[in-house]
């Protein structure tokens, strides 16, 4: 089982940034690829970011190309998603995910563990 704790969402206003962390319990994050996906109520979850275990290989979502970058840093077991020229239709639920296998996926349910997700709100 792997713990995942999302942190460093708020209000922020358009055009601004936020950094999301994402701290994993396990000892073996290094072994995980992780990613990140974001929900809107009503909606599905919608995939973000993935990066590969040793961050070597990123891919993102066309929505957020350009502006989003994710990263991680192994000695701290944490993932990061640097959020730049934000949009009010980036308004959401921000979660973190481990995928155990590299999927390489873009598909919520092939990760394995969840954070329990962290409210990103753009808005003037």
């Known amino acids: 089982q792997v713990l995942l704790v999302e942190s460093g969402g708020g209000l922020v206003q358009p055009g601004g940034s936020l950094r999301l962390s994402c701290a994993a319990s396990t000892r073996a994050f290094s072994t995980y690829a992780m990613g990140w996906f974001r929900q809107v109520p009503g909606q599905e979850r919608e995939f973000v970011a993935f990066i590969s275990w040793i961050g070597s290989s990123t891919f993102y979502a066309d929505s957020i190309k350009g502006r989003f970058t994710i990263s991680r840093d192994n000695a701290k077991n944490t993932v990061y998603l640097q959020m730049n020229s934000l949009k009010p239709e980036d308004t959401a639920v921000y979660f973190c995910?481990?995928?155990?296998?590299?999927?390489?996926?873009?598909?919520?349910?092939?990760?394995?563990?969840w954070g329990q997700g962290t409210q990103v709100t753009v808005s003037s």
């Open positions: 995910a481990a995928d155990q296998f590299e999927l390489r996926s873009q598909t919520a349910h092939e990760y394995d563990f």
